[in-house]
């Protein structure tokens, strides 16, 4: 039994997590945005709402550092894909894993039709001496789906 205002020795901590694209390179960004996802609602006659079934797409902002090349041409070449004409593999599997301290207990998500929607890239400024340079990703899903846990 866990003691309140304690933390588990063998928690799921913030910096422990991975995302994997299908026929992609390991991909180690610096941050992943919370992944939301929300139950579509339909407003009835009576003014009363309902569920309509289905969940609203699935939004994710990711950031890899600029120096990891192999990472950030993978994306570059999965942005392209999507932009007209349209290749048949623009859309691919992606999962998140979350895992413990230890790795004895690991969440994971899949995003079955994920693909980029939006790309930023760094600001340049003279007086910024030493922060390390980003690009930052936008990827979309019609659905976001648990993985068993292990």
Not at 32 to 39: D, N, Y
Not at 57 to 73: D, F, G, N, Q
Not at 88 to 116: M, R
């Amino acid at each position: 039994m866990a003691i309140k205002g304690t933390v588990d020795p063998d928690h799921i901590p913030v910096t422990k997590y991975g995302l994997a694209v299908a026929g992609g390179p390991e991909l180690t960004p610096m941050s992943i945005g919370g992944l939301e996802e929300e139950m579509a609602v339909i407003e009835l006659p009576d003014k009363t709402v309902a569920s309509s079934g289905r969940t609203n797409p699935v939004e994710l902002p990711v950031t890899i550092p600029s120096h990891h090349i192999v990472e950030i041409a993978f994306m570059e070449v999965w942005y392209q894909e999507g932009q007209d004409p349209v290749t048949p593999t623009y859309k691919k599997p992606a999962t998140i894993t979350l895992s413990s301290l230890t790795n004895n207990t690991q969440l994971g998500f899949t995003l079955p039709d994920a693909f980029v929607s939006k790309r930023v890239l760094p600001d340049r400024e003279l007086d910024n001496d030493g922060e390390m340079s980003t690009h930052e990703y936008t990827i979309n899903a019609s659905q976001m789906l648990p993985l068993p846990i292990a």
